[in-house]
């Protein structure tokens, strides 16, 4: 599964949806809302799939959980394709609010991604924590959590200028333009994570200092 995950995130997000939503048969029988509500189906199962492929609940699958609940829970009440749309682009806003409030607390997400991630290959999480709030690092946490911040704003405007253009025929169109660009974003996004991983490998003082700050902490009286 891991080894493929880039295909079959392209099936399940991008191709199922944009095939079920223009093979015209679901529009036909059940109307624009149900069939765009449907054709987020195979993406919503293969969500879940992945979140309980991790077999451990952390900071990681707890987010895609509740964005996945939450985004359902926002597309099925919308009552209409239209507002479904409008729904996700409000939805996108809020996200965007929320990775940015999390570096305005000097928490950025991303960061918590990689504590998870550093967990699953065997590294400590309080120690990992403590190493990703190095200054040195954590700048650069920030500078990723503003990526994910911009890729939702970008995003979320051009999905807005999308339903004012074309309606509900923005649907499919929204799905591959919102790849396309997330593949695109995420380069950056993994380019960042990459150089942390090198600054890690090439500053064994600062491995050092954790472990000192660390040992003191565990010293101290409670």
């Given at each position: 599964m891991?080894?493929?995950i880039?295909?079959y995130d392209?099936?399940?997000?991008?191709?199922?949806?944009?095939v079920?939503?223009n093979?015209?048969i679901?529009r036909?029988?059940l109307?624009?809302?149900y069939?765009?509500i449907l054709?987020s189906?195979?993406?919503?199962l293969y969500?879940i799939y992945?979140f309980?492929?991790?077999?451990?609940?952390?900071?990681?699958?707890?987010y895609i959980?509740l964005?996945?609940?939450?985004g359902?829970s926002?597309?099925?009440?919308a009552?209409s394709?239209?507002q479904l749309?409008w729904?996700?682009?409000?939805?996108?806003?809020?996200?965007?609010g929320?990775?940015?409030?999390?570096?305005?607390?000097?928490?950025?997400?991303?960061?918590?991604f990689?504590v998870?991630?550093?967990?699953l290959?065997?590294?400590?999480?309080?120690?990992?924590?403590k190493?990703?709030?190095e200054?040195?690092?954590?700048?650069?946490?920030?500078?990723?959590?503003l990526?994910?911040v911009?890729k939702?704003?970008?995003l979320?405007s051009?999905?807005?200028?999308?339903?004012m253009?074309?309606g509900?025929e923005?649907?499919?169109?929204g799905?591959?333009?919102?790849?396309?660009?997330?593949w695109i974003?995420?380069i950056f996004?993994?380019?960042?994570?990459?150089y942390?991983?090198?600054?890690?490998?090439?500053?064994p003082?600062l491995?050092?200092?954790?472990?000192e700050?660390?040992?003191k902490?565990?010293?101290?009286p409670?």
């Amino acid at each position: 599964m891991k080894k493929n995950i880039v295909v079959y995130d392209i099936i399940f997000y991008l191709i199922f949806p944009v095939v079920m939503w223009n093979s015209g048969i679901l529009r036909e029988s059940l109307g624009d809302y149900y069939a765009m509500i449907l054709s987020s189906v195979p993406g919503i199962l293969y969500s879940i799939y992945r979140f309980f492929e991790l077999k451990k609940i952390n900071f990681f699958g707890v987010y895609i959980l509740l964005t996945l609940i939450i985004g359902t829970s926002v597309e099925l009440l919308a009552g209409s394709a239209l507002q479904l749309l409008w729904n996700q682009v409000i939805f996108t806003f809020c996200m965007s609010g929320i990775f940015l409030f999390s570096m305005l607390i000097n928490k950025p997400i991303p960061l918590y991604f990689a504590v998870d991630f550093a967990e699953l290959q065997g590294y400590d999480k309080f120690f990992s924590k403590k190493l990703y709030y190095e200054k040195k690092l954590l700048i650069l946490f920030h500078i990723i959590c503003l990526i994910f911040v911009l890729k939702m704003v970008i995003l979320a405007s051009i999905k807005t200028w999308l339903i004012m253009e074309y309606g509900v025929e923005a649907f499919d169109k929204g799905i591959v333009v919102r790849k396309i660009f997330n593949w695109i974003m995420s380069i950056f996004t993994v380019i960042g994570f990459v150089y942390i991983g090198k600054i890690i490998n090439d500053s064994p003082q600062l491995i050092e200092k954790v472990k000192e700050d660390l040992q003191k902490t565990k010293r101290s009286p409670a």
